[in-house]
């Protein structure tokens, strides 16, 4: 390397100080399907997931419908949609299952929705331990109940958002995803779609494995 392509790469990994509006480093998208009080189904694409052992947490806004489902019925289907269906995903992205629209949400094009599936063009597949139905065309369905919502204070005290930490009950996995004959999932055949500061994304080629790797 040169001394000025030297210099370069110096500069460009210099850190620089910011503030960025938004935090969404990169989490896979998860559509949430909860029961509504009237029986029929709500579909609430989220982003803000991670799993440890048979857990599921979620960061939930407080005014989404899929929260209240959540914490009244106390079960959700968390369906990982493929890169191919982001455009599924963001046909239901200014829709919410909340009749009153939040004001702050009414005025960034919010509208209430009351089949999001018909919006999305998805598919319920019937669930075998919760009520809340799976979504078909999502190659990886975990069935989960919950466990606790731990709500965090807004500025004016009450809850801007729901911590909501969930058990997984069962997982579904379309069979062209699992090793043969296993329980694994291969890495190599399964893609995340990943939120990426509100941009979506696919991922790369593998580029290695964990000691704990199953698989
Ligand atoms: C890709 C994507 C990721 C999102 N991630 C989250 C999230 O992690 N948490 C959250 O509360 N809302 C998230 N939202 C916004 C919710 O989808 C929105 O609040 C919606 O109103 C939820 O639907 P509901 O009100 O019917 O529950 C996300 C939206 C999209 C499109």
Redesign the pocket.
Same mark, same amino acid.
């Given at each position: 390397m040169n001394c000025l392509a030297g210099w370069r790469e110096r500069e460009a990994r210099e850190p620089i100080t910011i503030t960025p509006k938004i935090l969404y480093f990169g989490t896979p998208?998860v559509l949430?399907t909860?029961m509504n009080l009237d029986g029929s189904v709500?579909?609430?694409?989220?982003?803000?997931?991670w799993a440890l052992g048979d857990r599921v947490v979620?960061?939930?806004?407080a005014? =989404?419908? =899929?929260?209240?489902?959540l914490m009244r019925q106390g079960e959700c289907a968390l369906n990982f949609p493929s890169p191919a269906l982001w455009e599924n995903?963001?046909r239901?992205?200014r829709?919410? =299952?909340?009749r009153e629209v939040p004001s702050d *949400?009414a005025a960034i094009g919010?509208e209430y929705v009351a089949d *999001?599936f018909a919006l999305a063009e998805l598919t319920q597949t019937g669930s075998e331990t919760i009520a809340p139905p799976r979504i078909a065309e999502c190659p990886l369905q975990f069935e989960a109940e919950l466990v606790e919502a731990r709500p965090s204070k807004g500025p004016e005290g009450q809850p801007a958002?729901y911590i909501a930490e969930t058990r997984v009950k069962r997982v579904h996995a379309h069979r062209d995803i699992v090793v043969d004959g296993t329980d694994h999932i291969d890495p190599a055949r399964w893609e995340p779609l990943l939120?990426v500061f509100r941009h979506?994304f696919g991922t790369g080629a593998d580029l290695g494995k964990t000691f704990k790797a199953q698989y």
């Open positions: 998208v949430i909860t709500n579909i609430s694409p989220m982003s803000s997931a979620l960061g939930c806004t005014s =989404g419908q =899929g929260i209240e489902n995903v963001e239901i992205a829709a919410t =299952g909340r *949400k919010y *999001k958002f939120y979506y």
